[in-house]
């Protein structure tokens, strides 16, 4: 059974909430391919190897997280740019792309899932009188050690996370996927245990530190990999097409 593109767009704005967040990038469709979709690619970003990927399994549309046309980049589609939408264009492969709508969606979104996985539950967002700020609070069901945690979090995503240990037991975490680590002061104003994000700037071991909290950077690949896989498959099984997963892996 095959679904429209116009269907996919249109519902996927609609359930993403895309007119209601304001972004730096286009979400919903960037290229626009053959008008009816059987089989979708999923993955984290639209680069050039997954593109590839996409099109040896003969898919017809492909949905990241990170896709094109970012603010402040240079707006002419030449060199790499070019050569991905040309391969795009030349086998009539669609491109959607859901940047910070996929980051906050509740059920389908990348912190969401990243609780689910980690066993985290959700208690609120980093600030509940700021609804710009992307990032949740929880708390685990017994406190472990950060030693503990970070073993979760290496084993769950099969990535060695860099740890700030403060010494204290981890129960109540705040976290961000992907470059959330401008949170972290957020994240101890409300009085945080630990703080989880992807990636980690010089300044973070400082925020870490002297705000008495631990710190996990996991990487921003490995925490943003499984909102568009949970959304493509939540397609798979809406519109009965074929959904596939593909992990082009990346160390940072």
Known sequence: MAVTLTQLVQYLDYYLSCDQIKD??????????????NKIITGVTASQALIDAAIEQQADAIIVHHGYFWRGEEP?????????????LDNNVSLLAYHLPLDVHPMLGNNAQLAKILGITIDTTLNPNDPTIIGLQGHLAMPQSVTEFAGQVEQALNRKPMVVDSGKPVQKIGWCTGGGQG?????????????????????TFHSAVENGISFIAAGHHATERYGVKALGEHIARLHDVEHQFINIDNPF
């Open 24 to 37: 730096y990038c286009p979400n919903g469709l960037q290229v626009e391919g053959k008008p009816e979709i």
């Open 76 to 88: 002419t589609i030449v060199g790499m740019k070019r050569n991905r939408i040309k391969v795009l």
């Open 183 to 203: 949170y972290i002061d957020q994240a101890a104003a409300m009085g945080v245990d630990l703080f989880l994000t992807g990636e980690a700037s010089e300044q």
